[in-house]
C-alpha cells in the first residue's frame, strides 16, 4: 500500500460579503426583511437583522496541506476569531498527524477547547477543520465524500425550497417551500393575524398538496408558538421549526406536545455536537433534527448525531450548508430529503448557495439532484480565485 500522506500545514483566511455567512448580504435581499427574531422586542432591531449584527462574524475558509501537496479545503460561519483559533490553537493536533487520523483529530480539538469551547463559534470552527480534513482525505484518495461515508443509498436528492417565495419554488420542482416568520409575539395579536394570514395567502397559491413550512428562528415563546402553531393547523402547515431558543429543551418538549396532531416540530440548526443533540432526542423534543454540518461538529460528528437519531426514529434534516450536507444526505436513510436555500435577493431563482465564494457547486434541477453531480474527489468544490481572502494569524 502507497504511504499515507502527513499533514504539513494549517491555514485559516477570512472572507467578507456572501459565502458561508451568506446572512452578509446587500439591502433588499428577503433574507433580512423584517424576520421575527430574539431581538425582535427592541423595535429598533426589527426590520433588518443586519442592524443587531446577524453578519458580523464573515466566514471561515480552513485549508489543510499534505506532505504530497494535496489541499483539502472548506467553509464555514467564523470569520477573524475563528481563523485566531485555528492558527493559534487546533493547528497542533493536525500538523505532522497523518490525513487519515480524522477521529483522533476531532477529538483532540474538542476536548482541548472544552474550558472555553462546547458550543458557538468554536464548534463552528472545528467544524470547518473537520470539513476540510474530508475534503483532503476525498482528494487523496480520489473519491466523492459520500463514498468515504459508506456510500450512497439513493442515486437522487429531493429537495425543500427555504424563501420567501414557496409558491415560486413549486414552479421550479420542489417538493416544499419553507417561509421566514415575519411578526415575533413583541407585535403582539395583530402580528399573529397577518404571520397566519400569510401563511393562508401561500396556501391558496399553492393548493393543497404542497407542503408549508415555517422557519421561526429562535424568536417565539411556548405560548405564542402553540396558538401559531394551532392557528396554522387548517392551512396544513407540514412543520414549525426552531420555535424557541435553542437551550430550551423543556418548552420544545411541551410544545411537541401542544401542536396539532400530525404536525412535526422540527428543531437543531443552532444545536451542537452529540451531548446536545442527545438533549432534544431523549427529552422527546422534536421529530425532526436540523444540525448544520458546518456549526455542529463536522461530518465526524454529524455521522454520530445522525446516529443517535436514527435509535429515536428521528429524522435528519441538516440545516443548509450546500455540498457539505449533500454528500452526507446521500448516504442516509433517515435523511429522506435536504434543504435548499434560497439565496436569490427575490427568492425566484436557484442560485449557488455560497455564491461566490465557491466554483463548481451544484444545484438542483426541478428540485433533484442526480448523485452524478456529486462525483468529483472530496466536496467536488474549489475556491474562487477572484474573492480575496485575508489570512489575519499565523502560527
Known sequence: MS?????????????????????DQADGHWIDDHIATPMAKYP???????????????????????????VGFAVTTGGEP????????????????????????WDQMYWSTLYYGRKGIVINTISGVDLALWD???????????????????????????????????KMGFIGGKMPLHHGPAEGEEGL???????????????????????????????????????????????????????????????????????????????????????????GCCDIIQPDVGWCGGITELLKISALADAHHALVIPHGSSVYSYHFVATRHNSPFAEFLMMAPKADEVVPMFHPQLLGEPVPVQGRMRLSALDKPGFGVELNPACELHRPYTH
Not at 500522506?5 to 451568506?22: C, M, N, S, W
Not at 429598533?44 to 494535496?70: C, M, P, W
Not at 482525505?137 to 429537495?159: I, Y
Open 3 to 23: 504511504q499515507i500522506p502527513t499533514i504539513k500545514q494549517v491555514r485559516a483566511y477570512t472572507l467578507k460579503g456572501g459565502g458561508a455567512d451568506y446572512h
Open 44 to 70: 429598533e432591531y426589527r426590520q433588518s437583522r443586519r442592524s443587531f449584527g446577524i453578519n458580523v462574524l464573515g466566514t471561515l475558509v480552513v485549508e489543510i496541506e499534505d506532505s504530497a501537496g494535496n
Open 193 to 283: 393575524r397577518r404571520n397566519l394570514e400569510e401563511l393562508a395567502t401561500m396556501r391558496e397559491r399553492v393548493g393543497p398538496d404542497f407542503w408549508l413550512m415555517l422557519d421561526c428562528w429562535m424568536s417565539l415563546d411556548l405560548n405564542y408558538a402553540t396558538r401559531l402553531a394551532q392557528g396554522a393547523q387548517e392551512y396544513g402547515l407540514k412543520w414549525i421549526e426552531e420555535a424557541l431558543p435553542p437551550d430550551d429543551y423543556w418548552g420544545y418538549a411541551a410544545l411537541k406536545k401542544n401542536v396539532p396532531t400530525g404536525m412535526l416540530v422540527t428543531t437543531g440548526e443552532h444545536e451542537a455536537t452529540r451531548w446536545g443533540f442527545r438533549q432534544l432526542l431523549e427529552m
Open 82 to 105: 475563528a481563523a485566531y483559533i485555528v492558527e493559534k490553537h487546533l493547528a497542533r493536533f493536525l500538523e505532522g498527524a497523518k490525513v487519515t487520523d480524522i477521529e483522533r483529530i
Open 136 to 170: 483532503l482525505l476525498g482528494k487523496v484518495r480520489g473519491e466523492p465524500v459520500h463514498q468515504l461515508l459508506g456510500g450512497a443509498v439513493r442515486d437522487e436528492l429531493q429537495f425543500y425550497a427555504t424563501g420567501a417565495r414557496p409558491d415560486l419554488a413549486q
